[in-house]
């Protein structure tokens, strides 16, 4: 199938109307786990051969400063059930955007978790501290995020540390965030970075894999996974232009537990 299932019902669900209505946000939204279905679509869907993100019923979102204002109760209503929002990176920089996304998102219902862009020119431990400076512990929030990615583009650091020094600068900030929050952190990571730099090894964390031509399972051979970012070209009802999209691995019974289970 060319197209994902749920886009094909996002495309009959905007012909019988279009966007879904955002409801009234409840004073107990923040921790509700009710899952709404995809309305979404995709402009550039992949071919996933019987293994797409179809599979999956939780879906989601990630965004920044980069990315245009989001209509956080209608993406809500349109089945954009969680978001994790960029809070910092490296050691000074902090997402303008932060704040008014994580209250926005929160409020209309979406579980929101924050994320760290780690910066390789920096000690773990320093990243760490500017990160929880800027991010509140707020109930029902998703774990933490750490963003590991090279930064071939960037003005200022371009270096790709070796393995084991990579791994000892990141466990820090992920033992220094996991003891702040009471929660293990989510690793985001991409299929390069992964690889070459053996970032499996990296203890007491769950990871968000991105894989957009491929099933984590053939991209992340023998990797379990918790996220998964399928798509950077999600066209999404409350989000201006091309969004990206994200599921979660499980049912809904699963979500819920899970959240339950990363409750701090």
């Known amino acids: 199938m060319k197209h994902a299932l749920f886009l094909a019902l996002a495309l009959t669900l905007a012909a019988c109307g279009g966007p879904r209505a955002p409801r009234e946000p409840q004073a107990d939204a923040v921790l509700s786990a009710t899952v709404t279905a995809p309305n979404f679509g995709d402009a550039a869907p992949h ?34 059930n969680f978001a994790f929002i960029k809070a910092t990176e ?18 209309a219902g979406v579980r ?16 760490a501290r500017w990160f929880i400076s800027h991010v509140p512990r707020s109930p029902g929030a998703l ?37 702040h929050y009471g929660q293990r952190p989510l690793v985001y990571v991409s299929p390069d970075i992964f690889k070459e730099r053996e970032l499996w090894r990296l203890q007491g964390v769950e990871f968000w894999l991105r ?11 023998a990797h379990a996974w918790a996220f998964w970012q399928y798509s950077g070209t999600g066209l999404i009802p409350g989000i201006p232009g091309k969004a990206d999209l994200n599921a979660f691995h499980g049912s809904v019974r699963d979500w819920q537990e899970w959240l339950a289970r990363r409750a701090p």
């Not at 797409?52 to 965004?63: A, E």
């Open 143 to 179: 774990p933490p995020v750490l963003d590991l990615e090279w930064t071939p583009f960037s003005p200022t650091c371009t270096r790709r540390p070796p393995t084991e020094e990579l791994l000892r600068e990141a466990q820090s900030f992920i033992d220094i965030v996991a003891r």
């Open 90 to 107: 490296g050691g000074d920089l902090l997402d303008p955007a932060f704040k008014t996304n994580w209250r926005a998102a929160r409020s």
């Open 112 to 127: 929101a978790g924050a994320y760290h862009f780690w910066y390789h020119c920096r000690p773990g431990n320093e990243q």
């Open 47 to 80: 071919d996933w051969d019987g293994r797409g993100p179809d599979r999956q019923v939780v879906h989601g979102t990630d965004t920044s400063r980069f990315q245009p204002q989001v209509d956080w109760p209608t993406a809500r209503a349109n089945g954009i």
């Open 211 to 221: 894989s957009v031509a491929g099933h984590p399972s053939r991209v992340y051979p």
